[in-house]
């Protein structure tokens, strides 16, 4: 029998500005999740936050694109947003566009990752929830952990993974998908994917001989663009994942290890500059200088054959990330003292869906020919 993981979340009010997410809000998401756990609409649920976006990780029977799973998040948002605006919480209901529910959250403004799956005997997975950056985010440590050798030992070492995956590359401009084998069209994959803004990884899949079914997914991202959604800058849209990890998948390890290097995303100050994407455990998941830099949470679960969600383990608690988080500062400085340069301010192209054509609109009639 099939379980379904949903991650879904939403800014619904920053705490002070973009910082954090209050914890009223947590404590009434877990309310309303206990409630729809005791109806059997949910299995097993946690809530918890990313920098100011609020986080429910679900388990249930329904499927993905549930409109009672999607109904209920979109109610735990509105509420939420309900005691964000009694506490003055800066951009209350930020992320929420749409007014009415209409079945499904997608293109309302929170973000989904969610994945239907057969139970493995032991099913280990991680749930990554990003803040300050967008979903392109994802495609460099995705691509690591399933097509990369030099990160995952198991590609070469393992004869359950030594056929490669598939990655399913959403083009999220034209709202077309492709599906590519890796490592056969390893260099095609990354010609898409190193052009991060406009092609993101949507889903990993195993390939035919692998011992997991061919059209479950062992790993997906969030790829909602807010801009396309609210016609005009409102944030990015800081993404979740879900993965799936060991026999004949990428260890525990190999999910995390690309984490320890910062690699550079877009997003930071007003989701128009580039800068280091820092792991860090919970407690340091609350962006504050230049309102970053970028987040990366990383909680690990085991789901047990009931569908029950054991954990999380808050897994870049670790001295063994320390290094990477010293090296996102240097980074973070170095970056910073560009000030309103590229390329730590976001290149034109990007630019285009936030503040600057109305300082462009401005100077228009003072243009002139040269
Ligand atoms: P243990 O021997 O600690 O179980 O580790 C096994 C392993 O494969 C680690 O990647
Ligand atoms: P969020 O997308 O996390 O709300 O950040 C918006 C922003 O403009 C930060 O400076
Ligand atoms: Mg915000
Ligand atoms: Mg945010
Ligand atoms: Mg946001």
Not at 141 to 168: K, Q, S, Y
Request: one cysteine or more.
């Amino acid at each position: 029998e099939k379980i379904t993981i949903s991650v879904i979340k939403a800014d619904i009010g920053g705490w002070p500005g973009h910082c954090k997410v209050h914890p009223a809000l947590i404590e009434k998401a877990n309310e309303l999740l206990n409630k729809a756990k005791e109806e059997g609409i949910i299995i097993d649920f946690h809530a918890t936050y990313c920098g100011d976006d609020l986080q429910l990780i679900m388990t249930h029977k329904h499927g993905v694109d549930s409109e009672k799973i999607h109904g209920l998040a979109w109610d735990i948002f509105k509420e939420a947003t309900e005691i964000a605006k009694e506490l003055g919480l800066y951009g209350a209901g930020q992320d929420l566009l749409k007014d009415a529910f209409s079945g499904n959250i997608r293109g309302m403004g929170p973000g989904i990752a969610e994945m239907e799956i057969t139970l493995r005997k032991s099913e280990p997975i991680v749930t990554f929830h990003m803040d300050k950056t967008e979903p392109g985010a994802f495609n460099l440590p995705i691509f690591r952990m399933f097509g990369d050798p030099f990160n995952t030992a198991g590609l070469v070492i393992d004869p359950n993974m030594h056929m490669g995956f598939r990655f399913e590359v959403w083009d999220i401009k034209e709202h077309k998908k492709v599906i590519l084998n890796s490592p056969e069209e390893l260099y095609d994959i990354l010609a898409l994917i190193g052009a991060k803004s406009r092609y993101v990884i949507k889903r990993v899949y195993p390939k035919k001989g692998h011992k997991l079914p061919e059209d479950e997914p062992v790993a997906v991202v969030s790829t909602e663009k807010l801009y396309e959604i609210a016609g005009e800058y409102v944030g990015k849209d800081d993404p979740v994942a879900i993965v799936r990890a060991q026999s004949g998948l990428p260890a525990l390890g190999e999910v995390l290890e690309p984490f320890a290097f910062p690699h550079i995303v877009s997003g930071w100050m007003r989701g128009s500059h580039n800068g280091p994407i820092m792991p860090v455990p919970l407690k340091y998941a609350t962006p504050s200088r230049f309102d970053g830099p970028p987040r990366v949470v990383a909680l690990g679960w085991q789901i047990n054959k009931d569908g029950k969600l054991v954990g999380p383990v808050d897994l870049f608690e670790d001295v063994a990330f320390d290094e990477a988080r010293k090296k996102a500062l240097e980074i973070a400085d170095y970056m910073r003292r560009h000030g309103p340069f590229e390329p730590h301010r976001l290149p034109l192209e990007d630019m285009e869906y936030t503040t600057l054509p109305s300082v462009l609109k401005k100077l228009e009639e003072r243009f002139e020919p040269v």
